[in-house]
């Protein structure tokens, strides 16, 4: 993908294995369960989809997060 922008996107549960991006942008979306989230490399993400995407990133690591 190069110069996307999403806007307002639900992509919960979207697979990203394998993508290569150069200047995408997600405003506002909802990264929730995404698979293959380390492959976002390249991307910006603004809004409530940063937390989500990084507690992605965080299982994708075997990071366990608590309440």
């Keep these: 993908m190069r110069d996307v922008l999403f806007t307002g996107c639900n992509l919960t549960g979207g697979q990203f294995a394998h993508v290569q991006m150069q ?3 997600f405003e ?3 990264l929730l369960d995404v ?4 492959h976002l490399k390249g991307a910006t993400v ?7 995407l990084a507690l992605a990133l965080a299982r994708d690591a075997g990071i366990r997060i608590e309440p």
Excluded: I, K, L
């Design 28 to 30: 506002n979306c909802t």
């Design 35 to 38: 698979g293959g989230a380390e």
């Design 46 to 52: 603004q809004g409530p989809g940063a937390m989500e």
């Design 23 to 25: 200047r995408v942008r």
